[in-house]
């Protein structure tokens, strides 16, 4: 039968940039060790300054490396200039490297989350799921060996919010200023749980989830 490799996933750090702009820039972010089959995936949030339907990542390159979208974006259903998403790359060299995210619109904040995993079956996602409605609640299946992540945007409009996770180990909560706020998650738990998203602060103004598991 097929090899079963082993999968080794790490949680690595979190940025936010505040400043604005397009695109945004994290310079010399960790990128972890590096390995021939190093897949870093990044966790992205933001949104533009001008609230309108259709707000899109439009890129991300990681350490100059052109990333793929898990799945798909989310846009928030109270506000169109929010969105969230799930990149990933393989990035066998460099322990740093830039990583570049372009809305389709002048940002004014963006917050990424880093993890790197080795020994992937295939860098295709087994699962995707994605919410833009309280309470945030999505369904997703894990498979035996792999993992899932998670990642969500609050724009809380005028409270600094953080983030509680159910059936996922939460790995950052940041605010990055008064309006918007970032976490992060995963999980190496095999089976189909309900994972849950739940900010307290936020008046669900723009708020996301979006998860990602492999294999």
């Known amino acids: 039968g097929a090899r079963i490799q082993t999968l080794t996933l790490s949680y690595i750090t979190h940025l936010e940039n505040t400043a604005g702009g397009a695109p945004i820039t994290f310079t010399a972010a960790n990128l972890g060790t590096a390995t021939g089959d190093r897949y870093v995936i990044v966790g992205v949030g933001g949104g533009t300054t001008t609230d309108w339907a259709g707000t899109a990542i439009s890129s991300v390159t990681i350490g100059g490396v052109t990333a793929t979208l ?3 974006q989310i846009i928030s259903s109270t506000d169109p200039s929010s969105t ?22 002048s940002c004014y904040t963006c917050g990424i989350a880093i993890w790197t995993a080795t020994g992937l079956n295939s860098a295709t996602p087994t699962a995707t799921a994605n919410d833009n409605a309280t309470p945030y609640t999505q369904s997703i299946t894990i498979n035996t060996g792999g993992f899932a992540i998670g990642f969500a945007h609050a724009g809380t409009g005028a409270t600094n919010a953080t983030c509680a996770w159910t059936n996922l180990t939460e790995r950052s909560d940041a605010i990055a200023n008064v309006n918007d706020s970032y976490s992060s998650a995963d999980t190496s738990t095999a089976g189909s749980p309900s994972v849950t998203a739940t900010w307290t ?3 669900t103004l723009r708020d996301t989830m979006v998860l990602a598991a492999w294999r």
């Open 70 to 72: 898990a799945g798909s």
């Open 84 to 105: 969230s998403g799930i990149f990933y790359a393989l990035v066998p060299t460099g322990v740093t490297g830039d990583i570049v995210v372009t809305f389709n619109a």
């Open 201 to 203: 602060g936020s008046n």
